[in-house]
């Protein structure tokens, strides 16, 4: 993937700002074992935001908001549909992977990442983007087949009353 380094600590520190557009296609961690999109798709962007933030304490954060519109397939009928995925999250920047174990008492449960000189912008975007997927993706109301569910429940009814109770047939082996 093609995109800006910045150092991540001196990003934050200035209190920088950036946003992009990038196409979809070029996330592919995200798109792994996904459907693969159709060609509208492949001109759809992926719209983010990347905010670095200070504090008078000396804490460093990342602010990141991001937008994408891959096809899943959905979970409960199997048909392929349009996911939102949005992202929100603000993250904490230390200096060593040791300062990210640690526990401080004003800790609010923010994540923490280890920034870098050449900390990879579209690479951070795509990490959140993966995190912010359903893990079962489905449709919020399934849409109908035009009748075919309706035929498949009432073959599946058909089915339910020509099978007999296991009870009925005993009692029919009870009276022969």
Not at 128 to 151: F, R
Request: glycine share 6%; with cysteine.
């Amino acid at each position: 993937m093609s995109d800006s380094l910045i150092d991540a600590l001196g990003f934050a520190r200035a209190g920088s700002f950036l946003q992009g557009q990038a196409p979809l296609g070029l996330f592919t961690r995200m798109l792994d074992g996904q459907l693969a999109q159709p060609d509208a798709q492949r001109k759809s962007f992926v719209n983010w935001t990347l905010e670095g933030e200070n504090t008078a304490s000396g804490r460093y954060f990342l602010h990141v908001t991001a937008h994408a519109e891959p096809m899943l397939e959905c979970q409960r009928c199997l048909r392929p549909f349009i996911c939102n995925i949005n992202v929100d999250n603000r993250v904490e920047l230390v200096r060593t992977p040791a300062e990210q174990e640690t526990d401080d008492l004003d800790d609010d449960g923010i994540e923490r990442i280890v920034g870098s000189k050449r900390f990879s912008v579209l690479g951070f975007v795509e990490d959140e983007l993966i995190l912010a997927m359903p893990y079962v993706p489905k449709h919020h109301e399934c849409p109908s087949d035009n009748g075919i569910q309706a035929d498949r429940s009432a073959s599946s009814q058909e089915q339910e009353t020509r099978r007999q109770s296991p009870f009925s047939v005993l009692e029919q082996l009870k009276k022969n």
